[in-house]
């Protein structure tokens, strides 16, 4: 396992900021509202050759009675117990804090290896005089940095990496299968993932939204290793406008989708299909990821012998343009199925990467225009001289043709169906091109 490294401190000393500087990436929100970050968000970091997983958590109110921020505080604990390293976020500017002495002893309690760094020193030199009254925490030689300007972080790293336990593995992981689980607010993304790893990872609670970041979880099962990675539900465009936080989860949850090899689009079984849910699965499927529908909550709907069948077929109307999509009715509560979603994302992750040999492919297709001859204008008839796969994830085919004009719509389908037929490519949207050629 890599080593995992957590960032903690209290609210807005700057911990996403440093998080986004180590990460190299924009991962977790930066704002200057406390409490933006709400769970522990996870990003593959590495220096000098060493690889590691890093945690930004939401700041640390030791003893906060507001719901969210004591669950933020459960979050932050969590990622203390987990963590092989923790740096420790102090600021400057605020000199030592009443609260930064509480998480310093909570950390202490933990008996975990610290680094303590003290943001915000903004400029090259001796570090100010209050600087010095961090040595008060009893946590060692503080670490003057910068997060904004990257000052002082390399120094911080060499640190970090120089208390990771003997026996950790700080190599690349390789063959992991990245799934991003979209979908609504409260569809129970949070609840699935929390159900596959056993251990309560992410934020879960009845208010809309609480999930406003993109948490990537590792989790190994039979030898295969995913990489669950849990969006913040995606709202209608209207009810974000105001609200930059909001406005930023939604853009994070299309990159999830980017970064993700298959994608999981969850449907709350109470609340039926909605427009939103289209639209998410629609960017998944133009984006061309492997995509499962999973039907959550089915535990609570009242069910006779046909309730299961009218929902598919609404699913499939409503889906049409993604037909390829397997769907399973599941229960992130009870577990119901969730095992069969598992094996479910390893094949259409297989088929998603699958490649076909242009011997195979060719077999197909001269079988596919004996069958349904390719339609014609003006006496001149579409001829289809061959086709090669040019690319995989999603599978794409360039197919050779005498006129692209003539390659409809519709034998375009037929075409895709007889591939479908032929090699299953269950779960995988198929991407065409097609090339005119003359004919020597």
Known sequence: MKPLVAIVGRPNVGKSTLFNKISGQRISIVED????????????????????????????????????????????????????????????KDGVTANDQDVASMLLKAQKKIVLAVNKVDHIGDPPMEFYEFYNLGLGDPIAISSTHGLGVGDLLDEVCAQFPPDADTDEVEGEIKVAVIGRPNAGKSSLINRILGEERVIVSNIAGTTRDAIDSRYEHNGDKYLFIDTAGMRRRGKIEHESVE???????????????????????????????????????????????????????????????????????????????SILFISAKTGQRVEK???????????????????????????????????????????????????????????????????????LRYIENQFRLAFGFEGTPLHFIIREKKKD
């Not at 933020?72 to 203390?80: C, P, S």
């Not at 994070?252 to 980017?258: E, F, I, K, N, T």
């Not at 479910?344 to 079988?367: A, F, P, S, W, Y």
């Not at 339609?375 to 040019?390: E, M, N, V, W």
């Open 247 to 325: 406005r930023y989860s939604v853009v994070r949850s299309l990159a999830a989708v980017d970064r993700s090899d298959v994608c999981v689009i969850m449907l709350d079984a109470n609340e039926g299909i909605t427009e939103q849910d289209t639209k998410i699965a629609g960017y998944a499927h133009e984006q061309g990821k492997a995509c499962i529908i999973a039907v959550n909550k089915w535990d609570s709907v009242e069910k006779d012998d046909k309730t299961m069948k009218a929902f598919r077929q609404r699913v499939q109307e409503d889906f049409a343009y993604m037909s390829y999509a």
């Open 33 to 92: 509202t406390p409490g933006v970050t709400r769970d522990r968000i996870y990003a593959d970091a590495s220096w000098l050759d060493k690889h590691f997983t890093l945690v930004d958590t939401g700041g640390i109110e030791p003893y906060s009675k507001d719901e969210i921020l004591s669950q933020m505080r459960r979050q932050a604990e969590l990622a203390i117990e987990m963590a092989d390293v923790v740096i420790l976020m102090t600021n400057v």
């Open 341 to 411: 979603l598992l094996e479910e994302i390893k094949i259409v992750n297989q088929q998603h990467k699958r490649r076909i040999t242009t011997g195979m492919l060719n077999d197909v297709l001269n079988e596919a225009t004996a069958k349904q001859q390719p339609p014609s204008d003006k006496g001149k008839r579409l001829k289809i001289y061959y086709g090669t796969q040019a690319s995989v994830a999603p599978p794409t085919f360039v197919l050779f043709v005498n006129s692209a004009e003539l390659f409809h719509y519709s034998y």
